[in-house]
């Protein structure tokens, strides 16, 4: 490990995280995708979850300046336990275990991915750009379920992610029961993030 994430890395890794599994699970339910999938709410339950420190304390290092050249290493390493989940299993490779749902939800995950302010995939995207993206930067194998999802996502209406921080933790659309298991990992999360000598105040 280079070094430890900062106060405000960390802050940042949080809250990306916490937006996502929001953008994730408001699409899902909507569509009724993901039902029967193991690992919900989506990235922060079971192996290689997102709040599992060794995830943590690489993938915030992406927040440094400079941090994706500087902390490739370290960043690749956190990714690579990621990718122990099962969603990850299913969608990134071919894998002809991976049922229809499995590919439906990894293409959701791919999807919000895109539309989120991710530096690494050159910032936040529109369906349109995603839409001409597909034919020419996503796998073979991923590319038909990619083509049936967005129309559907594009449809409804979009979720607020901005109303969610680390201190102000609205339901911006899930079911109540989703809404109260990332409540619940959230302050785990923080919990287990003060023992370690960073500093949050509980929602």
């Known amino acids: 490990m280079t070094r430890l994430p900062l106060q405000c890395e960390i802050d940042q890794w949080l809250l990306s995280t916490v937006q996502h599994v929001f953008h994730i699970e408001y699409f899902l339910q909507r569509l009724q995708i993901g ?8 990235d922060i339950m079971g192996i290689g979850n997102k709040f599992e420190w060794d995830i943590i304390k690489g993938l915030s ?3 440094a300046h400079n941090g994706e050249e500087i902390y490739k ?4 390493k956190s990714i690579a336990l990621h990718q122990q989940q099962y969603h990850h299993q299913m969608w990134d490779k071919l894998n002809p275990k991976a049922t229809n749902n499995d590919m439906e939800l990894g293409a959701v995950d791919s999807i919000c991915s895109l539309l989120e302010d991710r530096q690494y995939q050159g910032g936040a995207h529109t369906f349109q750009e995603i839409e001409d993206m597909i034919g020419t930067r996503c796998a073979p194998h991923a590319l038909k379920w990619l083509r049936q999802v967005l129309p559907e996502m594009r449809k409804l209406d979009q ?3 901005n109303k969610i921080t ?3 933790f609205p339901n911006i659309g899930v079911s109540p029961e989703i809404y109260d298991m990332i409540d619940e990992r959230l302050h785990e999360t923080k919990k287990m993030l003060n023992e370690r000598g960073y500093r949050f105040v509980e929602l």
């Open 35 to 42: 039902n029967n999938t193991p690992q919900r709410p989506h």
């Open 61 to 63: 290092l992406q927040y």
């Open 73 to 76: 290493d370290d960043i690749w």
């Open 159 to 161: 979720p607020h992610l």
């Open 166 to 168: 680390l201190t102000t």
